[in-house]
């Protein structure tokens, strides 16, 4: 799957999930400053990433993965990773 494939997915999650708008979701947008989530929200996205990629967070291999996710571009460099 190409980072394109996977960012317009992402994409789709956040604008059903979260009610944004295509416009606010460039690829350097700060997933908690620009874009508003919050802890919760985060969970609620890396719940729906793995449903939408199918693959599984491994708590002690990905946590600090997830922590340290700032940009949109971040979560896309993620996915790629879980699905190589």
Not at 37 to 60: T, W
């Amino acid at each position: 799957m190409s980072r394109d494939e996977i960012a317009d997915k992402v994409k789709n999650i956040l604008i059903d999930l979260f009610e944004l708008s295509e416009d606010e979701l460039d690829d350097d947008a700060s997933i908690y400053e620009e874009l508003g989530l919050d802890s919760l929200d985060s969970v609620d996205l890396i719940v729906a990433l793995e449903k939408e990629f199918d693959f599984k967070v491994v708590r002690n291999i990905d946590e600090e993965k997830i922590r340290s996710m700032r940009l949109l571009r971040d979560v896309y460099a993620f996915i790629e990773e879980k699905l190589s």
